[in-house]
Structure formats: C-alpha cells, structure tokens
C-alpha cells in the first residue's frame, strides 16, 4: 500500500514540473516571434570605396531663355485737315473825298515831350564825378598850403585825420562843408575853413547831365 502512494505523488510532482516547463517553452515562443526581425539579404558596401557623383548630378546646365519681345511702336495717325476755306468778302471802302490842286494839305505837327525835370538828388557814385582843378594831388597841395595848425591842438600834441564831408554842386562849387569824424582841439575848424576856401570843382555829371555829388575827404594833422 505504501508504493502505490509513492508512485501517485511522483507522477503529481513530475506534472506540475512538465506543466511548468511548457509554460516557459510557450512565453520564450511568443517573446521570440515579437522580438524576431526579419533583414534583407544584400551583399555589404565598403563606403570608402563609393565614388561622390552627388556634385555632378546637381549641376544643371542653365536654360537659355529668349528675350522678351520689343513694345509695340503705335504708329501716329495721321487726319486728314480740310483747306481752309476762302472767306470771299467784299469790303467796301469809302474813298469819297474831293482833293482838289488848290487845297493845301498841312503838316502834322509832332510836338516834343517835355523835359522831365531832374529831382534835385544827390549822387554817391556818378558815371563823370566830380574832380578839383589839376586833380587830387593838385588839391591836397592846396590845402597844406592853406591850412594852420592850431595852438591848442600843437601844445597838446595832438595828431590825426579829419574827415570832411561836402557837396559838389551842379555849377562845381562846395557846399554844406561838415566834419563828420574829428579829432578835435581846433582841427575839425582848421578842416572846414580850408575846404569852404577851395577853387570850384569839375561839376559832376549823370547821363551827360550835371547832377549833385557828395564826398568825404580826409585832411590829416601831423606835427612836423
């Protein structure tokens, strides 16, 4: 009784040990066939060894395309104008004057515009001015001749140029003698006296006729 009892628990044991190893067949089966890639069959490929053709296939030779085609020139058109049409009209002119041997015919008077009188102006810059007798040397002569120095200016030293301004009028003479710019002691005085003194000048003259001119002459003082 005792090795059939055996006998039964061995062939349970070796059951559950055959049970687990079909198990373990079955999941390294189903592990396989979803790990399992399949590759294609193909000879390897020394890489080294392949020659670069990339550059020569890019290389696309460049199209020529044609010009564009030149605009069209619209040509003028050309319209035809009509003649101008002559205009036939008779004009009538009255001719019915009597003119006679006897009959004088006068004249025709133009009378002459007046002068436009000049306005009495006084000029800076005229096309003749107004010159002294012999000329600026000439005058400037005169005037050392004529001119004193004064005591107070000699006692006091005093040196300088006066400036004296004057008017030539239309007949050369010098009218409304001023010193415009002085250096006093008696000499602005001396200036104007030598000046008012002075011989008639060449009247000025504007379009040939004799006009009003103003100038301003310097008279120096030099002790000597």
């Not at 189903?30 to 060894?49: I, P, T």
């Not at 004057?97 to 004249?107: C, F, P, S």
């Not at 009028?169 to 000046?195: F, M, N, P, S, W």
């Amino acid at each position: 009784m005792e090795a059939k009892k055996n006998e039964s628990a061995d062939l349970g044991k070796k059951g559950g040990l055959f049970f687990n190893i079909g198990l373990f067949s079955a999941m390294l089966i189903v592990v396989f066939a979803f790990e399992y890639k399949k590759y294609d069959d193909g000879s390897l490929v020394d890489l080294g060894q392949v020659t670069d053709d990339f550059e020569d296939l890019l290389e696309i030779p460049p199209t020529e395309q044609p010009p564009p085609p030149p605009p069209k020139i619209q040509q003028p058109e050309i319209i035809e104008v009509p003649d101008e049409e002559e205009i036939e009209e008779e004009i009538e002119v009255d001719l019915d004057v009597e003119i006679t041997e006897e009959e004088v015919i006068e004249d025709i008077i133009v009378e002459e515009a007046p002068e436009e009188e000049v306005a009495d102006e006084i000029f800076q810059i005229v096309e003749d001015p107004a010159m002294p007798p012999g000329g600026y040397q000439a005058f400037y002569d005169y005037v050392g001749k004529k001119m004193k120095y004064p005591a107070q200016a000699r006692r006091m030293g005093i040196e300088g140029k006066v400036y004296v301004q004057f008017v030539v009028d239309r007949d050369g003479t010098l009218t409304d003698v001023q010193a415009v710019k002085g250096i006093g002691a008696g000499c602005d005085e001396e200036a104007v006296r030598v000046i008012q003194g002075a011989p008639k000048w060449s009247p000025p003259k504007q379009r040939g006729k004799p006009v009003k001119q103003r100038i301003i002459l310097p008279i120096t003082f030099k002790l000597g």
